[in-house]
């Protein structure tokens, strides 16, 4: 399949529930009416507010909010479970919108897998047929599609238990045959619909971890839908935080934390420790503004890499009163960071704990 710049592209979706939707669209655009007026006056909910976002391929995407916030309404638009109100969705350059129905349920077959909070096995076919489904749909014999299913099995780590049914499996084994399920099929884009919400939390860490080297391997371009912050930042390459339908912020875990947008994201963030997710270049002074200032850095400084951690950083400053230089994949010098902002960054992120 040709590159794109971008594996999905979300521009400007609105989902309107009701039968005058499109109605209150044009009155949502001229007169910028809120959701209790779209209420009253046409009967219509909100669930998307002109949503955008440009996902990168091999990325893993968490949307998150709380419940109600349209996280849920706005993936099902990526896979065409839900029909637009109005906007825009390309998914590595196809224009889902455009798609004729067979068309749609081919691609959805061959490129876009789902993994759903409540498991969705089909409870009459045993673990090896629930993962070989999707083959068995797109025609691939037997043999092919249970070969590619022992192997899934193993990557999930169920290796003996294919013959079982679902209801002889604990939650977070099920979970694992959901995953196991979607990657048997090879797809570009994995939909993850709050995966693990309905785990126990050892177990969820487990998963976690486990997605986590899953997909660092497989290169999926992933959305990763969770109302847990904690988890959006653990997962996350970068995170969308969505209220009220509309997305109110995106960027990394570490510039969501370091540079809330507002006062909501404050709220959300204000619990989070930050010495595992803000990374030496977020609190850096660039190498050539701090020589103009002070004169070249001793070369005796520790060098740490752009992406160490507040908490290897804090390490190594307590032992030497340098600052110390952070340095490009080649070695290059490209940042310092003194001893104030390091403790003013920490500092930074208690004020409201």
């Not at 048997?184 to 619909?193: R, W």
């Not at 160490?308 to 400053?317: D, H, K, M, W």
Request: hydrophobic share 45%; aromatic share 4%; charged share 20%.
């Amino acid at each position: 399949m040709t590159e794109h710049k971008y594996a999905i592209e979300i521009s400007n979706v609105w989902k309107i529930f009701g039968e005058r939707a499109k109605e209150a669209l044009v009155d949502i655009k001229a007169t910028s009416i809120g959701k209790a007026e779209v209420l009253e006056k046409y009967n219509c909910v909100i669930g998307v507010a002109d949503a955008t976002m440009h996902i990168e391929p091999g990325e893993i995407f968490c949307v998150m909010g709380l419940s109600g916030s349209g996280k849920s309404t706005l993936v099902r638009h990526i896979n065409r479970l839900l029909e637009p109100t109005d906007g825009q969705v390309i998914v590595n350059g196809e224009n889902i919108m455009a798609m004729s129905d067979s068309a749609l349920r081919r691609y959805r077959n061959e490129h876009i897998a789902m993994v759903f909070q409540n498991f969705a096995l089909m409870p009459h076919r045993s673990v090896i047929d629930n993962i070989a489904m999707p083959l068995e749909i797109r025609g691939i014999p037997k043999n092919r599609r249970l070969e590619i299913a022992h192997r899934t099995i193993e990557m999930v780590e169920l290796t003996g238990w294919g013959n079982k049914f679902a209801h002889e499996l604990s939650g977070g084994m099920q979970q694992r045959v959901g995953l196991a399920r979607a990657l048997a099929a090879d797809p570009e884009i994995l939909l993850m619909d709050e995966p693990f919400s309905a785990l126990d939390p050892l177990i969820r860490r487990q998963l976690q971890n486990e997605f986590m080297h899953l997909a660092s391997g497989l290169n999926k371009t992933t959305v990763f839908i969770t109302h847990d912050l904690d988890e959006a930042v653990r997962i996350g390459d970068r995170i969308a935080i969505m209220r009220d339908g509309r997305v109110v912020q995106t960027g990394t875990p570490s510039e969501i934390i370091m540079n809330p947008a507002d006062d909501y994201v404050s709220e959300f963030v204000a619990g989070i420790s930050r010495l595992k997710i803000v990374r030496a270049h977020a609190v850096m002074e660039p190498i050539d503004q701090w020589q103009k200032a002070h004169g070249n850095l001793s070369m005796n400084a520790p060098t740490f890499a752009q992406d160490a951690n507040l908490s290897v950083l804090i390490e190594g400053a307590t032992s030497q009163e340098h600052p110390l230089a952070v340095v490009d994949q080649q070695g290059a010098r490209v940042g310092v960071i003194t001893q104030t902002a390091l403790l003013k960054s920490i500092a930074e992120g208690t004020e409201t704990s």
